[in-house]
């Protein structure tokens, strides 16, 4: 099997970052590239629709090193006025679950854990919907971190 077809192999070369035409994946985990997930929120031309799909989004932000899109999508009564990434450091996302968050809710939670090479991140976040976006609101209750805490 060629290295454009096995999923499981990089296909980005060592030297010169060049992918050979494959997309790179987003760091989110759905299985598309990241322009077609996560890069379309990140560049303005969709709002994510559901608490997910907005906790993968961040998440992809934290991995790609976008703070201009953490701080839009950071419920404003609690955005930090700083936010610190570590680009390059995030390696994998899991979802755990989600409560509410749907196209129509008002609010939601979404449970995950968030992998970096310094340890990892759970956290059972809360997000609100307000005129028609969604924003991270925070955990809903003292994360678990080893290392270092970081939340997408």
């Given at each position: 099997?060629?290295d ?16 050979g ?9 759905l ?12 560049r ?26 953490l ?6 009564s ?10 390059g ?34 956290e059972d976040?809360?997000f609100r ?5 969604w ?18």
């Amino acid at each position: 099997m060629s290295d454009r077809t096995d999923p499981g192999r990089d296909r980005t070369d060592p030297v010169t970052g060049d992918t050979g035409g494959v997309p790179e994946p987003c760091p989110c985990g759905l299985p598309a590239s990241y322009d077609a997930c996560c890069g379309r929120f990140h560049r303005g031309q969709a709002s994510a629709p559901t608490a997910e799909l907005l906790m993968r989004s961040r998440y992809a932000a934290f991995a790609v090193g976008d703070a201009d899109y953490l701080r839009a999508t950071w419920d404003p009564s609690t955005r930090p006025a700083r936010v610190e990434l570590d680009p390059g450091e995030w390696t994998r996302l899991e979802v755990l679950g989600a409560t509410g968050g749907r196209l129509f809710d008002a609010a939601g939670t979404v449970a995950f854990r968030a992998h970096h090479r310094g340890g990892m991140v759970a956290e059972d976040s809360a997000f609100r919907r307000e005129g028609g976006r969604w924003y991270y609101v925070g955990p809903v209750s003292d994360p678990f971190t080893t290392r270092r805490p970081r939340r997408p």
